[in-house]
């Protein structure tokens, strides 16, 4: 399915190199101011362009197409439309010649053929955008709260004096980088989060999963406490509103929100478009070939990451917050 929420559900649609992108958004309370311009601060986040970012380069601005009203949103489906315009599928002329660490083999098999494999087509990194257009929504659903998402790793490194160096190198040598995303979510209360199979961190992981390239995600000290001993990861508790001396948990007990600040971080991999020729299988022929993958490409795609890292933690939050309002 293309769709995620309870209370608040977002469904994506689209592709790289079709019409555009869109998305609609269910259970977005009536009355809500919004407009065009609001989008515009995440979405300039998102945008290519910058060294060691994709020179693709789409306007990406917003049309609304229902659930809108003289500047409030209606209470019915929010839905919005992103044109593609800076598009190039000359560049991926030979399908059936799969891009290693790519969704060309997987989707063909899923879809026997039928999808559009175009830049990656419904797999590719600019469904994202979606993603960065749902959380500037969810975001206004979430008084009090103040999200804040860096890049804290790249290729490895973690001195970020040194971040551009690594990506320069990478792209010296025509390869890519990986990176780490943290985000951070202060002024969360206490008691967001459902029993077991809904519970905070379900939630928030499920949906950075769903970003492309994203493949590890931790909260609070995550892989590092499985090295400690109980006596060194517990957070003691100071006093009733449940402040803790440290945070190695990230602010979630149970699957619970604690009221403490909210740290969760997603590990993204290398851009698999590389400029370095590649042996990899052509379906076509039934051999093992060379293939240089041409197009525009992130050296980096941890830089335009962390808005939808940050997006997608939000959107989480506002159907956790929602589904707790309604439940008695």
């Given at each position: 399915?293309?769709?995620?929420?309870?209370?608040?559900?977002?469904?994506?649609?689209?592709?790289?190199?079709?019409?555009?992108?869109?998305?609609?958004?269910?259970?977005?309370?009536?009355?809500?101011?919004?407009?065009?311009?609001?989008?515009?601060?995440?979405?300039?986040?998102?945008?290519?362009?910058?060294?060691?970012?994709?020179?693709?380069?789409?306007?990406?601005?917003?049309?609304i197409l229902s659930?809108?009203?003289?500047?409030?949103?209606?209470?019915?489906?929010?839905?919005?439309?992103?044109?593609?315009?800076?598009?190039?599928?000359?560049?991926?002329?030979?399908?059936?010649?799969?891009?290693?660490?790519?969704?060309?083999?997987?989707?063909?098999?899923?879809?026997?053929?039928?999808?559009?494999?175009?830049?990656?087509?419904?797999?590719?990194?600019?469904?994202?955008?979606?993603?960065v257009a749902a959380?500037?929504?969810?975001?206004?659903?979430?008084?009090?709260?103040?999200?804040?998402?860096?890049?804290?790793?790249?290729?490895?490194?973690?001195?970020?004096?040194?971040?551009?160096?690594?990506?320069?190198?990478?792209?010296?040598?025509?390869?890519?980088?990986?990176?780490?995303?943290?985000?951070?979510?202060?002024?969360?209360?206490?008691?967001?989060?459902?029993?077991?199979?809904?519970?905070?961190?379900?939630?928030?992981?499920?949906?950075?999963?769903?970003?492309?390239?994203?493949?590890?995600?931790?909260?609070?000290?995550?892989?590092?406490?499985?090295?400690?001993?109980?006596?060194?990861?517990?957070?003691?508790?100071?006093?009733?509103?449940?402040?803790?001396?440290?945070?190695?948990?990230?602010?979630?007990?149970?699957?619970?929100?604690?009221?403490?600040?909210?740290?969760?971080?997603?590990?993204?991999?290398?851009?698999?478009?590389?400029?370095?020729?590649?042996?990899?299988?052509?379906?076509?022929?039934?051999?093992?070939?060379?293939?240089?993958?041409?197009?525009?490409?992130?050296?980096?795609?941890?830089?335009?990451?962390?808005?939808?890292?940050e997006a997608a933690?939000?959107?989480?939050?506002?159907?956790?917050?929602?589904?707790?309002?309604?439940?008695?």
């Amino acid at each position: 399915m293309n769709s995620f929420g309870h209370d608040f559900r977002i469904a994506v649609w689209g592709e790289s190199h079709g019409e555009g992108i869109g998305l609609t958004l269910d259970g977005v309370p009536a009355g809500m101011p919004l407009a065009v311009e609001d989008f515009a601060a995440d979405l300039a986040r998102r945008r290519g362009g910058a060294p060691g970012t994709t020179p693709r380069r789409e306007e990406d601005i917003p049309r609304i197409l229902s659930g809108l009203f003289r500047g409030h949103t209606t209470g019915a489906p929010l839905t919005l439309f992103f044109a593609n315009g800076n598009t190039r599928p000359e560049d991926y002329p030979a399908p059936l010649h799969f891009r290693p660490s790519h969704a060309d083999r997987t989707a063909r098999i899923k879809y026997g053929g039928f999808n559009d494999p175009r830049g990656g087509g419904a797999f590719s990194g600019r469904l994202t955008v979606a993603l960065v257009a749902a959380g500037t929504v969810a975001k206004k659903l979430l008084p009090g709260i103040s999200l804040q998402s860096r890049l804290t790793a790249v290729g490895g490194c973690t001195e970020p004096q040194r971040f551009e160096e690594t990506i320069r190198r990478a792209i010296e040598e025509r390869d890519s980088a990986g990176g780490v995303v943290e985000c951070r979510a202060s002024g969360v209360p206490a008691g967001l989060g459902e029993p077991f199979f809904d519970s905070a961190e379900s939630l928030i992981a499920h949906l950075l999963f769903a970003i492309p390239a994203v493949k590890g995600v931790e909260f609070g000290d995550g892989f590092a406490a499985a090295a400690r001993t109980g006596s060194r990861n517990n957070d003691p508790i100071l006093d009733a509103a449940g402040r803790t001396a440290t945070n190695h948990d990230g602010g979630i007990n149970g699957g619970i929100t604690n009221g403490n600040e909210l740290v969760v971080r997603a590990a993204v991999k290398p851009t698999p478009s590389i400029g370095l020729p590649q042996t990899t299988f052509n379906a076509a022929t039934g051999r093992c070939e060379e293939l240089a993958i041409g197009g525009r490409h992130d050296a980096c795609i941890a830089l335009r990451a962390a808005v939808v890292v940050e997006a997608a933690v939000a959107i989480a939050l506002a159907d956790l917050t929602l589904t707790a309002h309604r439940l008695p």
